[in-house]
């Protein structure tokens, strides 16, 4: 898992263009949308399209989107759980 969190942070700043922060700067449990990081809706549709790209894992809704987009760790778990082996 950890290697999971450490490629999610690199797609964070790299596809949802963070200016001045590194992978590295990116918490575990730090929430990524709000005021942290400046994320909003238009990245959370790049987050679930990229998600879908570099782990073959569908964030299908809301329902399931709102609990998995919270931070690293919760979206590291969601990919595991689905992920096919």
């Known amino acids: 898992m950890e290697s999971i ?7 964070i700043v790299k596809e949802l263009d963070l200016v001045d922060v590194a992978p590295g700067d990116i918490g575990d449990d730090d929430p990524l949308f709000g005021d942290t990081f400046g994320l909003d809706s238009i990245d959370a ?20 989107g709102r609990p998995a987009l ?14 096919t082996p």
């Open 5 to 11: 969190k450490k490629q999610l942070k690199e797609i």
């Open 70 to 83: 919270q931070s690293v760790n919760t979206l590291a778990r969601f990919i595991c759980d689905r992920r």
């Open 45 to 64: 549709v790049e987050l679930v399209f990229q998600v879908k790209t570099h782990f073959g894992v569908e964030i299908r809704d809301m329902k399931e």
